[in-house]
C-alpha cells in the first residue's frame, strides 16, 4: 500500500492562509491502514485546525469528510455537494488522491496534508517498511522475492556490495543488506544457482527514467 | 469573580472512576468544576477526545490511569500515556500551553490522591487563566 506521514500542523496551517471555509477530506484506503489520513485522522486535524484559528481570533469554518477513495474519480464525485459552498479543500490522501480531487474540482484550491513517503507495509504496529518503486520491471521471480531495488541501498542487481557487513547495509546498521536476505532465502528456498546468473544492465526506461507512464488495457477500454 | 476553569478527568473505571466515586462519597472537598468522563480503559482515550474537550470549552483536560503494569488490559495506561504526550506537543504547537494536559496514574485505592491531584491540578489551571480557545471571535 501507499505510506504516508502527516505534514507538520503549521505547514499545513500556512497553507490555509486566508482561506475561511475548509473541507478536510480523509481516503479510507491506504492511508487510513498506514494511520495518517483515515476518518480518525481527519477528525483530530479537523479539530486542531478549529482550535488553532480559535486561538488566532480568525473565524474558520472546518468541515470533514472521509471517502472511501480519493483516486477513483466515481468516489471523489461524492464530494460534489459538501465542497461546492468551500473555499479550499485539504486532502489527507496521498498525492494521487491529492491530484484527482484538483482534477475532480478545477476551480478550487486543493492542498496536501500528507507527505506521500512510499510503497511498503507495517512491519509492526507503528512502523512502516518500503518493500517496491514501482519500477515497472519486477525481478522478484530471481531474487527469492525480495526486491533489490527498493530494500538494498544501491538498488543493485549483482549484490552484494563490499558495503555488506554481517548482513547489514553499510549506509545504515539498522538496514538489513538486501543480497544477504536474498542469499539466505534462495538458500532456504534450495535455489542458490539463481545467484549465479548475472542481470543485464536494468531498463529504467519501464521507471520514472521513461517521464510519467501510463497503462492501458484495450480489452478493458470501452 | 474568580476564575473557575472548566476540567474534563478522563479516567478509567478500573481505577481512577472508582477513586473519584468514593472521594465524592466522602465529601471531602472534590471540586465541583472537574468532569469526569469514564474510559472502559485509559488506552480507549482518542486523541480526539482531548481536542474535542478543548473545543468544547474545558480549560484544563486530566487523564486518569492505572499504575504501570496494573492495566486490566496489559498495556491501555502505556498507550494513553503515549497519545497524551503526542497530543500535548500538538497543543503547544497549536498555540495552547500543554501544561493544560495532564496524566496522572492512580490506583482505585487512592481516593485521597486523587482529591490532591484535581486539587492542585485545578490551582495550576487556575494560574493558567482562560483557555484561549474560549475568546470569542
Known sequence: MIIAEQKEISEIINMVGDHRKILVIGCDTCVTVCLSGGAKEVAI????????????????????TTIERQCEIEFVDSLES????????????????????AERFFHLPVVPALNTK????????????ERCQACGQCVLDKTGGICPISRCSKSLLNGPCGGSQNGKCEINDEIDCAWHLIYERLKALNRLECLEEIMPVKDWSTSRDGGP???IREDMCL | MDFMPAIVAFCCENSAF????????????????????RLPCSGKLE???????????????????????????LKGNVRAQKRVEHT????????????RLRFFYL??????KFLDLVQQGNESIKGLGPCPTKVKV
Open chain 2, 88 to 99: 500535548g506537543a500538538l497543543l503547544e504547537k497549536i498555540g495552547i500551553k500543554k501544561e
Open chain 1, 45 to 64: 486535524l479537523a479539530s486542531a485546525l478549529r482550535l488553532a484559528f480559535r486561538v488566532q481570533g480568525k473565524q474558520v469554518e472546518v468541515n470533514e
Open chain 2, 47 to 73: 486523541i480526539n477526545y482531548i481536542l474535542r474537550a478543548f473545543e468544547e470549552g474545558a480549560d484544563g483536560v486530566f487523564i486518569f490511569a492505572c499504575h504501570p503494569d496494573s492495566c486490566k488490559f
Open chain 1, 213 to 215: 507512464r501510463k497503462m
Open chain 2, 18 to 37: 472508582r477513586a473519584a466515586d468514593t472521594a465524592g462519597a466522602k465529601q471531602e472537598g472534590y471540586p465541583s468544576n472537574i468532569k469526569i468522563c
Open chain 1, 82 to 101: 459538501m465542497a461546492k459552498d468551500k473555499d479550499l479543500l485539504i486532502s489527507m490522501g496521498c498525492g494521487i488522491g491529492v491530484q484527482t480531487i
Open chain 1, 118 to 129: 512510499f510503497l511498503g507495509l507495517p512491519e509492526k504496529q507503528g512502523v512502516w517498511v
Open chain 2, 107 to 112: 490506583s482505585e485505592l487512592e481516593w485521597t
